[in-house]
């Protein structure tokens, strides 16, 4: 139930900027270093102005857990990042879990 940048979220922060967007957005590790407790907490407190996946550049806020399970992902995220659409954080959607085939 996480929204952290791990494996079963490819990665990514999951982000949503407050209140223009009802969407989670992935944001790169790069913005925030999810291993350096100083910058996460600033992050979770002040939100962090940075470039989504989809080249959105915004303040990104930490979402609470019904955002991480219900929230709309970002469709041009997704389709960057080689997953379908859902709802919630990647590793909270069974159906996300696995890249689509990008190959034809």
Known sequence: MTA???A???GHWWVYAAPEYSELHAMPT?????D???TVEAFRSEGITAAAVCETTDTWWWPGIISRLY???CT???DRLGIPPGKGAPVNDDT???RKDTTA
């Open 8 to 10: 079963e979220n490819f």
């Open 96 to 98: 996300s879990h696995t």
């Open 36 to 38: 350096n407790p100083d």
């Open 30 to 34: 790069t913005a925030v270093d999810p």
């Open 76 to 78: 041009a995220c997704c």
């Open 4 to 6: 952290r940048p791990i």
């Open 71 to 73: 929230r709309d992902r």
